[in-house]
């Protein structure tokens, strides 16, 4: 996948703006660009296989332990480049919510920690070697992008374990990384937040266009614009001046905190009054509506008020 694909202009000239300063090591995995946003941060790009939105895992490198936050498509080293990154250091690996293009690369560790509610979703869906096939053709190469089945790593299953709002990751010498739900974009989301490093890792939770579908079989009250909502309003009351910046899971890297205050807002204009947004579109599955406040915005569906 030698061409990037861009969301949209905005995120098209940020990263222009900073490709330079991404490393790739070709040698162990030519799919994921190195990016250091922060002194002991690795930010992992990763084109997105189907074209859509490409992602970020981040790496945070403790004084004894390391936590990569999400493990992408699947596609290419990903676990050959973080032992290059962190050496033979201890790894913990979280995912920030279930969907697959945070979580198709867990099969190449062995344990990886979700939320609870996160958990249903992965082992239903996930939890089988074909879960690649829907996108390649029939003769294995890609549908959307430039690639073929060998470039993903072989399915493996892993131990999955929970954490939750209150749990820490400790990377050693006081150095705590602390798990928040923010539930919303997906029923099993969680943000980590680096205290000492001053950033909060979100994510479902980016730049203008953090979609709240509204659908979820197993805990569909958590994937509503009032739940969003509810995540927001904890990030703001209780860890609001722990936190400067925050790296998301996909889009422009770092967003300001005072991201969240605009979020907030964006979901308060929306639950009073169902029909404020600037732009709506047919998705195929329905209509896709999108408000925002300065740069934060959501994208809902008439399903995203819940039942
Ligand atoms: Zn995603
Ligand atoms: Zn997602």
Known sequence: MKTRVFYNEKMKKWFEGVEDQGVIYPEVDPFHTVFRFADNVYSLYEENVTGGSAMWMHLIDGPEKALLVDTGAGIGDLKGLVRKLIGDKELYVVNTHEHWDHVFGNYQFDRVWCHPYAVPWITDNYMRPDVWDRFLDENGRGLKRDFVREDFIKFRNYALFVCGEGDSFDLGDGYRLEVIYTPGHAS????????????????????????????????????????????????????????????????????????IRDEIQACRDVLADHGCCEASWDTGNGLMYRHMVGEAGIRFTDRSFGE
């Open 188 to 259: 099993g989301g969680i943000s980590v937040l680096d205290p000492q490093s001053r950033i909060l890792f979100t994510g479902g939770m980016h730049s203008d266009n953090t979609v709240i579908s509204g659908v979820n079989k197993y805990y569909p009250n958590e994937c509503t614009i009032a739940a969003f909502l509810r995540g927001l309003e904890r990030l703001e009351s209780g860890y609001s001046g722990r936190f400067d910046r925050i790296f998301a899971g996909h889009e422009i890297v770092p967003l300001d905190a005072s991201y």
